[in-house]
């Protein structure tokens, strides 16, 4: 059967191509019957070949005039009465421009704006803020249109209803052509029907419709207006049935991004036109096409905001959120350099500044310093993507810094040229979208000269003009586009016809795409008045999605139908075709297959249980343990696995102050504070307290953490939160210290021992933050700082026979043990430990050892480790020889459940005590 596009060309010899036009629907059905006409290999005169919009701007002598030029100056007349800025004004702009021109083409009076208020009044609509917005501005909508008219009218350009409404006003006299075929339409505006209206009178009109018989004859919605045209211009119309379908296939994914699978199943030859009804699956389709299949065509553009460059934008603009003149988010410069280098932007700099960024925790960072190594070529992006203040820390004028992008992306452009690598095989190469951002900006920076776009020093404002711009536009993609494969959007496939076609994404939603119709007209307003609302659209796509399926022999549909997600449904288009196929219709005698994936699914690798190899042994031999390492291994085995013996550092996130780095820095200042008082009595007369020194000495610590600037944001708050604990603590503890008499003799302790176990020394290891003795009592007291909250619990023996029950501990779904024991590991130390040089802790001969905690929240307390026997009385506990035994064993016992190599590294189930593996 003959396809379409063959039919026009027959139909266009009978007519003389001097004076003949043909109207087709999009500019790709005119390239088909380009093709067409070169198989005939002789010189021939062809017809003019138009577009409906091309047909309109030639009869109505008027251009369509730019969007931006359009918003400026509708923004400059009317922006304060609207009370909107620029930026406000131009993220509503294309709905006002969407509705004039629906008003326009259907030939409607713009005064049916004006009682919109007026209707909401009588439906009782509470007015509040958003909706007195929206009413202001349906108040001045009349105004706006009558405006923006006569302004363009001086410029003889118009936007596109203008540009329609004027060329059915001026059709009557059109005499470019004696013969103007119209070819593969299925609906007409009211502007358009009456341009061909004034050509039929004439009898210069021809229609040719493209629409399956079954379609036609059976009533079908897709059909519906084609039955009206014909009708109306009986004499001047023809229709043509292309159908040739020999069978339909259905495929249902779970997962949208699973579509493209169907690809490899169905595509045999190099011959096929993948349909794309979310053109999002763009890239997974291609990248899907069997890899036999030597050269495509991509005719859809691709959204710019789905485009390396459009991030690499954004990346620049999230700099600035946290900016402060020269120093910057770390996190954010981290992502800016990262998006260059993926953009094939800069050099080795750029993996320079990358490692001197991850050396430190600071989250600020002096742009100047990170930039002051590397070349000029990176320094330059870099001074144009940051650099966008004056000396007073003050944004520079918003045209400087639209400059100033443009430049960066005019290299960028000239990088991704020299990284950018040939795919010959596959025939598509991807234009520059930097080209695409640069020129939306000279738009910009044109009118703001003009002074058509008026800005204050406004760095919101003027990233939300350039995403304005840019959200909406594509980047083409270049290559043949007469190569028998096709990728392309549903409103590309007008008039052609395929051997075999793949439609994707036939969703509710997407095809058709249901109730939505994006207006500031009410659609109660829209019926009564005639404009169009969302069952014209219904209809319409019903149309190009059954002649599409119908005109190619094989017709390949997919949908997804993802359980979690109840609106992810197929469409009422495949439906429908199921239901007939069963019940009687357009699809009775069609031959549909339906085909449901199957999947294999294999468990990924779990971190739930580690085996514990001989690897994993000869590692574990080599461990110092901690009590907190031990502490560790009890509360999560899995988590102990990965920090103790695998060295995989649980570091906290780069602008996270966690307690670590708080704790650290009190215990750093308290440690300073102390170390001249050693093994003196403390006078509180003769201590002061110095807030500067505290503060540098936490500050330093801070440093040292890699958090280098705390002069601001949550470091500064942190730094200082610390300093004014570490003072109250210090204010009562010099009295506490001074009543009580004992003498500090120890700071940051770090004491060795060597735990015997089965024949061989277990190390341990432990830091004493401070060791206090008392000549009267004989009392040695190990004391603990602690900058979070603590409680009695935390140093609360309840058992004194047994001190720990290591199984409870091991059932246990907190971590409520984890103190007592850090504690009894500290009196282990001192018993049988050593510092580096192998001095003891000599003062602890003979002396009762007592434990305890130093709760830097609440300084006026000392807790101290104890015991509550039957009788329920508070017992201070001494570490002696008994505890000592004690302990001894209750080391023993979870050592050995480390070393037992039968018993894995397990996860433990719990969702008190957090593990992130």
Known sequence: MAKFIDIVFEKSNEHDPGSTAIVFPSQRAISYFKKRCAKENKAMLLPELLTMERLAERISCLEEEDDLFMASI???????????????????????????NDIDMYLKDAALLRNIREISKIGKMDAES?????????EKMVEIYNF???????????????????????????DEFENVIF??????????????????????????????????????????????????????????DCSENERIAIYGYSLSSEQPNALSK?????????????????????????????????????????????????????????????????REIVN?????????????????????????????????????????????LIELALNWYDERNELIMPEKVLKKIRTFFEIAGKSEDRGRTEEGQRGNYIKSSAATIITEINKVITLMSEGLIKTGNNRLEVETILFSLLSGKRVPFSGDPMVDFQVMGMLETRCLQFDKTVIMSVNEGVMPKGKNYASFIPYDVRRETGLPGYEQNDKLFSYYFYTLLLNSKESIV?????????????SRFVEQMLWERRKGGVFEDKKIEIHSPEYRVSSPSSMEK???????????????????SISKFINCPVDFYFQNLLKIPDVNDEDDLGADVIGTAAHRALNEFYFLKMNEKIISREMSINSDRIKQSISNSFKEKGFSNISKGKPYLMAEATARMTERFLSSDIKRMEECGRLIVGLEKTLFADFPFEGRKIALKGTIDRIEHDSESKEIRIMDYKSGSAKDDDVRIKDRQNLIIVQEWLEAENDSWSKVFQLLFYGYLIRHGADKDGKKVGEADGKRIRLGIYPLRNPKRDLMLFTTPDRGEREVFDYDTAADERFGAILCEIIGLMFDNSKPFKKKNSEKLYCKW
């Open 74 to 100: 509708v923004h400059n007349r009317f922006g304060k009465e609207l009370n909107r800025e620029f930026a406000s004004f131009l993220l509503i702009f294309p709905q006002i421009i969407s509705d004039f």
């Open 130 to 138: 958003i909706e007195e917005r929206y009413f202001d501005l349906m």
């Open 148 to 174: 923006l008219n006569e302004e363009l009218e001086k410029r003889q350009s118009g936007y596109r209803g203008r540009v329609y409404r004027r060329a059915s006003e001026k059709a009557k006299e059109y």
């Open 183 to 240: 070819a593969g339409f299925n609906i007409f505006t009211p502007s358009e029907a009456r341009i061909i209206d004034f050509l039929a009178e004439r009898k210069k009109a021809k229609l040719l419709f493209n629409i399956p018989k079954i379609l036609f004859e059976s009533g079908h919605e897709s059909s519906e207006h084609i039955r009206e045209y014909v009708n109306r211009w009986k004499n001047e119309s023809e229709r043509f």
């Open 266 to 330: 169905e595509i045999e030859g190099s011959s096929a036109a993948i349909v794309l009804c979310d053109e999002s699956l763009m890239l997974p389709a291609v990248n899907c096409i069997p890899e036999k299949v030597k050269e495509i065509n991509v005719t859809m553009g691709y959204p710019l905001s789905m485009m390396p460059h459009f991030f690499l934008l954004r990346r620049i603009f999230e700099t600035h959120k946290t900016a402060d003149g020269k120093f910057f988010g770390k």
């Open 336 to 380: 800016l350099i990262e998006s260059m280098r993926e953009n094939s932007i800069g050099g080795k700099g750029s993996f320079e500044i990358l490692k001197n960024l991850n050396e430190i925790n600071d989250p600020f960072v002096d742009i100047e310093k990170m930039i002051s190594k590397v070349d000029e070529e990176e320094k330059t």
């Open 558 to 570: 997919t949908y997804s139908h993802s359980q979690s997600d109840s609106t992810d449904e197929k």
């Open 610 to 628: 580690i085996e514990k190899s001989d690897n994993v042994m000869n590692l574990l031999n080599k461990v110092t343990f901690s009590a907190s």
